[in-house]
């Protein structure tokens, strides 16, 4: 199959490595001196946690130049830049085409869905934790790559969405193609969500809270407010995400941040609203009592309105 990653920075970047590197046909949108630096010197990882570098020559173009037909569109762009890729994907998609968006924002397939009713969009997700370093280099702050995608409906299932699992597995990604996409979804929400707002309250890296104190419990506290939330909205854990959260938590580099975190301290768009305000929106709406989000939400509402 034809793949096509729109993204190319720690999410994209690293899946369009992998499959790659896996042997299969693939495409990634990139833009400026990171896309340069690909098409002229190969995409770059920098594996921290080993000191490890690879490089591999990797597709590479811009979203203009883009003239083929995919038959699975990866989109791995941030919440605030979503609207920016919907015309490449519609001049791009055949009526067979896959779309999976894989962002931080619980329900970004769902909403998708409704601008292109004509193909399908799934809902999915991924845990890994990356970023690019310097044009055309991406430094991966642990080895877990997990990619979780699905339909939200069984009668939108269709037997390609197997063949995208194996093409992940087949390429050193943890492809899982989920019966409960809206659940699992919001499991990983359950982590990214509470690992940035913790990160940005306290100013700290992973290694503050795999260690015990203050920021340690905000984060249990915060997926705690999560499940319940989940709870009111019909969705209910198999697992304990305090527990689960906390494991993949530890599997990180200490100095390890997240993308929400490194775009605020550079001062440029961020994901907080969906992240953080979204979530305080959802405890008002479905009557849920979310006071670390409530204090994390007015503490870094006011710190970023000073500047």
């Not at 690019?132 to 969405?161: A, D, M, T, W």
Request: proline share 4%; net charge negative; aromatic share 6%.
């Amino acid at each position: 199959m034809k793949y096509l990653i729109i993204g190319a920075g720690g999410t994209g970047g690293i899946l369009g490595y992998k499959l790659t590197k896996g042997g299969k046909d693939v495409t990634l949108i990139a833009r400026g001196a990171h896309l340069r630096a690909i098409q002229e010197h190969g995409l770059t990882v920098h594996k921290i946690w080993d000191g490890q570098t690879e490089n591999l020559p990797v597709k590479a173009t811009s979203a203009e130049d883009y003239q083929e037909q995919p038959d699975v569109i990866l989109i791995c762009v941030k919440g605030y830049s979503l609207d920016s890729v919907y015309p490449l994907v519609r001049r791009v998609s055949g009526p067979d085409t896959v779309v999976i968006p894989i962002l931080n924002i619980y329900g970004t397939g769902g909403r998708m869905q409704e601008e292109f009713p004509d193909i399908l969009v799934t809902d999915g997700c991924i845990y890994v934790s990356t970023n690019i370093e310097s044009p055309g280099v991406l430094q991966q702050h642990g080895e877990i790559c997990r990619v979780v995608f699905g339909v939200r409906e069984k009668e939108e299932y269709r037997p390609v969405l197997a063949d995208i699992a194996r093409d992940l597995e087949e390429s050193g990604i943890r492809g899982i193609l989920s019966e409960n996409i809206q659940r699992d979804a919001l499991q990983k929400f359950s982590y990214v969500s509470p690992v940035g707002a913790v990160g940005l309250y306290y100013h700290c890296a992973a290694g503050e809270i795999q260690q015990e104190g203050e920021p340690r419990e905000m984060f249990k506290a915060m997926i705690r407010e999560i499940v319940a939330l989940a709870a009111a909205m019909d969705i209910y854990f198999e697992q304990d995400l305090v527990e689960v959260n906390l494991n993949i938590l530890s599997a990180l580099a200490p100095e390890a941040t997240t993308s929400m975190q490194r775009d605020i301290m550079a001062g440029k768009d961020s994901e907080i609203d969906g992240l953080v305000y979204q979530v305080v929106r959802l405890g008002k709406q479905y009557g849920v009592p979310m006071p670390q989000y409530e204090k994390a939400a007015e503490e870094l509402c006011r710190v970023l309105q000073d500047g």
